[in-house]
């Protein structure tokens, strides 16, 4: 184009303006006659489609369109000056030219009509559109891969605008509500919502819009599946909000699946608690009578007679041992343990304990030793019964996983606000890589293949039931060295002025005591007190017929009864007993005011301290 004008009749000044004008310009601008043939154009033709101005000029112009539209344009062109029909004349349009190295150009074309003098001529001007064309190519591609993703996710998602038009949903989403478009969804989603729930959900929207706060809500349908919904606000980039992307999670396989767990739960702890009843009242029938043949007198027993019983009684208790660990597992893990805390002396505790486990100890060459600080005297905040359960699990397993003249022995720590009890052993240690299962139910960590009994069932029971008492169990171990088995619990230094609850009895003559009651942990924990007072003899029943044989074949000087084990008044009991003294263990000592000297009422947990005061107080000071 250089000094050549555009056109011949304008004035000199005004010339050099478009002149300027035409040079400068960031497009693309060619002057066609009728024929198509160039006649002008200006530099930016080199930038946009390869050629000088000059390459150009003579040339016809379909040499600048890509080869398919080639040829047509001379049509368009000849078709417009015959009939006036434009094409593209007067119009602008995205059409593609033809760069000089063969490509193809993304452009706008915008043509005019001009007459000098009497010839027609047409002038061009293409903008460069390679960067919006590349801009919008990249937006369609990132959008085409959104909504790819999207429609590859499992769960549900949609979009709804704030006005309340669903703009997108995945194909998750149109086949949850059963629709096939987007636009179905509004009335898909109104259908299955239950009453109310649509006023729900945009509440909620609604909240989301005001605060910004991520909601997350739970929706069962009209046809009861339940779906788990997040829902976050969408904002323009400057900050408006306009949308909420719901995204949905369908949880009813889950759900049912709980529910079914939560049945088969259920069903399993029906089942336990109905065979315990079942397997411990018979047990305890067989370990009673059992108790009578060993102590009758007559007919005496002959020896292989006497080891039969020994050997029934012996393995009857193993077996109620097993029956106790494993009911007291499902009744854990049911959430039907009741645990009462209260402050209770730590060295009756451990001392009640140690003494339980010495006979086992003797009997494996195993040295066990309570080496708590002799000035140790305060008050744990722990179930007493379930605190010597633990304790009594952690001995015994100390002794049996150990070697003769192996050792255990109990610490305490310095005492604070919390005291740490622990357990130590000399014993065959455990692996590290074992450590971690050591707390699941009948996991005996391969100790199955030994001799050593066990169910694999103390352990998750203890653990258990520290965490309920709330409590802490930690462990360290090393194989073939030993373990050490530590508890923590709330401690406070002792408040009564002769503190450690006197568990001293001072009787004068032997006595049997016959006591009534079905419950296994204070069966125990009787049975320990009595090891403290060797003039009392202990004769357990589980029921009242067994007690009432009992009696008959050895006579009690009292008799304890635990008031949930019977369904009898304690006036009843005294008089089936021959108005013995009696102790009655009951939740509500304070409920039925009496002023009965034969009778005592002690609250449960049982205090082996309160238990010797009124055993003494019966058998002795009221005479
Ligand atoms: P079990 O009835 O088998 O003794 P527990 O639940 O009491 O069941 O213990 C689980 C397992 O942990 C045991 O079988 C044994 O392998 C291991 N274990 C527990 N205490 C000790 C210990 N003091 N030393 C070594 N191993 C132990």
């Not at 009432?548 to 304890?560: G, Y």
Request: hydrophobic share 40%; with cysteine.
């Amino acid at each position: 184009m250089d000094s050549e004008p555009i056109t011949t009749n304008r004035t000199r000044g005004t010339q050099a303006h478009y002149q300027a004008l035409v040079n400068s310009a960031a497009a693309a601008i060619l002057v066609i006659d009728e024929r198509g043939i160039i006649l002008d154009a200006n530099p930016f033709t080199h930038r946009l489609l390869g050629y000088h101005p000059q390459q150009l000029i003579g040339k016809n112009v379909d040499c600048l369109m890509p080869p398919e539209h080639q040829g047509k344009h001379d049509h368009y062109l000849r078709q417009y000056i015959t009939t006036g029909q434009a094409n593209i004349i007067g119009t602008g349009r995205r059409v593609e030219a033809r760069h000089q190295a063969g490509h193809v150009v993304p452009i706008h074309l915008a043509v005019s009509e001009v007459w000098v003098e009497d010839r027609r001529e047409f002038i061009g001007i293409m903008s460069d559109m390679r960067a919006l064309t590349q801009a919008q190519t990249r937006i369609k591609h990132e959008r085409n891969q959104l909504k790819t993703i999207i429609n590859a996710i499992a769960n549900p998602v949609f979009v709804r605008e704030l006005g309340g038009q669903y703009s997108l949903a995945n194909y998750a989403c149109l086949q949850a509500l059963n629709v096939e478009h987007v636009e179905q969804l509004a009335e898909a989603i109104h259908g299955a919502l239950p009453e109310g729930m649509r006023e729900t959900l945009n509440a909620l929207d609604h909240q989301l819009t005001l605060d910004g706060e991520p909601v997350h809500v739970d929706v069962t349908l009209r046809d009861g599946r339940t779906f788990k919904l997040a829902k976050t606000l969408i904002r323009h980039v400057e900050g408006e909000p306009y949308a909420i992307v719901t995204v949905g999670y369908d949880a009813t396989p889950l759900l049912q699946a709980k529910h079914e767990a939560e049945r088969a739960n259920q069903a399993k702890s029906d089942f336990l608690s109905a065979m315990s009843h079942e397997l411990r009242t018979p047990l305890n029938s067989v370990l009673g009578y059992a108790q009578l043949l060993q102590r009758s007198s007559s007919p005496r027993l002959t020896e292989t007679q006497r080891q039969y019983v020994d050997q029934i009684h012996q393995s009857g208790r193993h077996l109620l041992t097993l029956i106790n660990d494993v009911l007291d597992l499902a009744k854990l893990e049911a959430g039907k343990t009741v645990v009462n805390v209260t402050w209770y002396p730590v060295r009756a505790l451990v001392s009640d304990a140690v003494r339980t486990l010495l006979p086992l100890a003797q009997q494996q060459h195993v040295e066990l030793d309570e080496c708590l600080p002799a000035n140790l005297s305060g008050d744990l905040y722990v179930d007493p019964t379930r605190f010597k359960q633990v304790l009594i699990n952690l001995l015994s397993n100390a002794i049996k996983y150990n070697h003769p003249q192996g050792r255990v022995w109990v610490e305490a720590s310095q005492p604070s606000s919390t005291l740490t009890i622990s357990v130590s052993d000399t014993g065959i240690g455990i692996a590290e890589n074992r450590l971690n299962h050591l707390f699941e139910p009948f996991n005996r960590l391969a100790a199955e293949q030994s001799q050593i009994e066990g169910a694999g069932v103390g352990l998750a029971v203890s653990h258990q039931l520290v965490v309920q008492m709330q409590g802490e169990m930690s462990v360290k171990s090393q194989p073939g060295k030993g373990s050490c088995f530590a508890v923590t619990f709330p401690y406070r230094a002792s408040t009564r002025p002769d503190d450690q609850g006197c568990t001293c009895l001072r009787v004068s003559q032997p006595h049997r005591v016959l006591y009534i009651d079905n419950n296994s942990a204070r069966q125990r924990l009787m049975t320990d007190c009595f090891e403290d007072w060797p003039m009392l003899t202990l004769y357990h029943a589980h029921e009242l017929s067994l007690a009432e044989a009992v009696a008959l074949a050895s006579p009690p000087s009292l008799v304890i009864i635990a008031a949930d084990s019977v369904a009898a008044t304690p006036e009843q009991i005294q008089a089936q007993f021959g108005d013995k003294p009696l102790i009655v263990l009951t939740d509500n000592p304070c409920d039925e005011p009496h002023n009965k000297p034969t009778l005592r009422r002690l609250s449960l947990p049982l205090s082996s301290a309160d238990l010797a005061e009124a055993i003494q107080l019966l058998l002795e000071e009221r005479l």
